[in-house]
């Protein structure tokens, strides 16, 4: 016979809470707690971003001025408004009130983060600050060759002594450090999003603010986005037994001519004769057949043929160039426009006339036998140095480039 009992009420409450506890551990283990029930499916994250190390804001000077290259903030001291920002650090408060959007008399929480409206006078140490001038970045390639210099070598060395500088103190050197984002607070964001915007964590976000406890941000506020902390290089350490004796190292190479010497004239070998490479050329194509005619001027054309516009072409070139026959012939006229310009007309076989116009200096009478080439005029000066050609088949003007090409 079995008997069925009931466990008391208060035994079941217990039970039950056990279980969720040790869920809720089970849950935990290996994995950061992550309030924001979107990491239940799967899906978006923030755990990533609540793991990554960040860097420790950098260290004010007296008057709260943390100063890096491209621009300036102040941290807010506990019961500071920005009219008091804005006296320590000789600015004006309604100026300062404007960039940060912010009432210049709301009080501030200590450590909250004031952006600059422009550069006031660089940290250094009559004001507080380590070193002089702005958070510099690391500069790597200082870094590098300090550490080639610095990395132990097993050669022998020898060391100079110290001169008058390094009994000296050293410098201080500028302050370096990688430059935060800005990022200016606009309508309907929160630090949880804007964390989650540059993956780092609400609460390095708000310690590098000066945030409350609410996380409350405002629009038109300016944050710095904690930068990541960069671990130190690591560097190995040479012990002693690694080091050798001085004197003792890698064994030096035996020379080359050591093994096998020279040959006794390098020179006389001279390397055979390198044939000369064949080209083909091809075959021997026919002479370019010559242009009928010849350009009376070497120009721009600068009027194309158009017939019952433009009966010929137009040439431009240097005022007092030569104008030359287009082809061998016979002066046929010589004759004037109705501005008195000379006009020349030479007669050419097939019943070919050539025309030129507008040309002055007229070399040659009517009657007169020319040959290709042969100058016969020049050009005008001023904005009329162009000759108008013209190509006529018996008296019917035709386009003189074919002709010319």
Known sequence: MITHMRAPRGACRRMILA???LGALAACDGQPLDFDLRGLGGGFSTADAATKATANRPRADDRGVISYPNYQVAVANRGDTLNDVATRLNLNAAELAKFNGVAADVPLRKGEIIALPRRVAEPSPATGAATTGPIQPLDVTTLAGNAINNSPDTSV?????????????????????????????????????????????????????????????????????????????????????????????????TPPSAVKPLPANDTATTPAATPAPTVNVGKTTAPVKAAKMGFPIKGDIIREYSKGKNEGINIKAAPGTSVKSADAGTVAAITQSADGVPIIVVRHPDNLLTVYANVTDVAVQKGDTVRRGQGIAKLRSGDDAYVHFEVRNGFDSVDPLPYLQ
């Open 157 to 253: 060395q020898t060391a100079a002594l110290p001169s008058a500088q390094t009994t000296t103190a050293p410098s201080s050197a500028a302050q370096s450090g990688a430059e935060p984002i800005r990022h200016k607070v606009e309508r309907g964001e929160t630090a949880f999003t804007v964390a989650r915007l540059y993956q780092v964590s609400a609460k390095s976000l708000a310690e590098w603010n000066g945030l409350g406890a609410d996380f409350a941000v405002r629009e038109g506020q300016f944050l710095l986005i904690p930068v990541e902390r960069q671990p130190p290089p690591q560097r190995e350490v040479a012990t002693a037994s690694a080091t050798p004796a001085p004197g003792v190292g890698s064994p030096t190479p």
């Open 19 to 21: 279980t969720v506890a």
